[in-house]
Nanobody
């Protein structure tokens, strides 16, 4: 069984910083692209940032220059450093990963349970 467990959300004032972590565990044969998505109340889930196993990154325009995604392949963990936070960053943040389990011949899309980030003005 493969699972993603997030941590690091919380309440912060505008201009502040938070660091999210997401650890993948279980029977993992290969951990491919990992990423963060967010969903604000009443809105659709949107991409925040992704990172490949080789370290190539992609960011939503709204977070470029403020957020940094990174990963530790030895720990099967992806991070999201969020600086200069704005009230519009308030959302539930979800970890996502493309993972090939040992018992499978293909990879599957996995999601974490989500962690709330609230930025007060």
């Amino acid at each position: 069984q493969v699972q993603l467990v997030e941590s690091g959300g919380g309440l912060v004032q505008a201009g502040g910083s938070l660091r999210l972590s997401c650890a993948a565990s279980g029977s993992i044969r290969r951990l491919n692209i990992m990423g963060w998505y967010r969903q604000a109340l009443g809105k659709q889930r949107e991409l925040v940032a992704t990172i490949t196993s080789g370290g190539s990154t992609n960011y939503a325009d709204s977070v470029k220059g403020r957020f940094t995604i990174s990963r530790d392949n030895a720990k099967n963990t992806v991070y999201l450093q969020m600086n200069s936070l704005k009230p519009e960053d308030t959302a539930v943040y979800y970890c996502n990963a493309d993972i090939a389990p040992w018992a499978a011949i293909r990879s599957y899309d996995y999601w974490g349970q989500g962690t709330q980030v609230t930025v007060s003005s």
